[in-house]
């Protein structure tokens, strides 16, 4: 199952808002691709030539691609809230502005 995520909305360092479509009872688990996103910091970085990409699993676990690193970690769906937690990634050399799209990515998450 393909899904797409539209925005990526910053909330705090350890938890983070996915704009999908309401989720009442299940997580829309399966496999999304980031194709636009709004940081707090209103940052702009170019993300046309990166696949960022996040896999849901039913396990509780998550995983994907931040456009040059791996990453995994958890996650919880409490009160209709999506939490992540324990993000670890690979620590690839990325040209620029990767490292730093990743770096507000992984912190939003």
């Known amino acids: 199952m393909k899904h797409t995520i539209r925005y990526l909305a910053f909330s ?19 496999d999304w691709h980031l194709i636009s996103y709004n940081f707090k910091e209103k940052v702009a970085f170019p993300i046309d030539k990166n696949v960022v990409t996040l896999k849901i699993r039913t396990d509780g676990k998550i995983g994907g691609n931040s456009g040059c690193n791996a990453y995994g970690g958890s996650y919880l769906l409490k009160n209709e809230k ?12 990325c040209s620029e502005p990767t490292p730093e799209f990743e770096n507000a990515f992984y912190a939003t998450l």
Do not use: E, N
């Open 12 to 30: 705090t360092f350890i938890a983070a808002a996915l704009v999908v479509p309401s989720f009442t009872q299940s997580l829309p688990h399966g």
């Open 82 to 93: 999506l939490r992540f937690y324990g993000i670890i990634s690979t620590m690839r050399a």
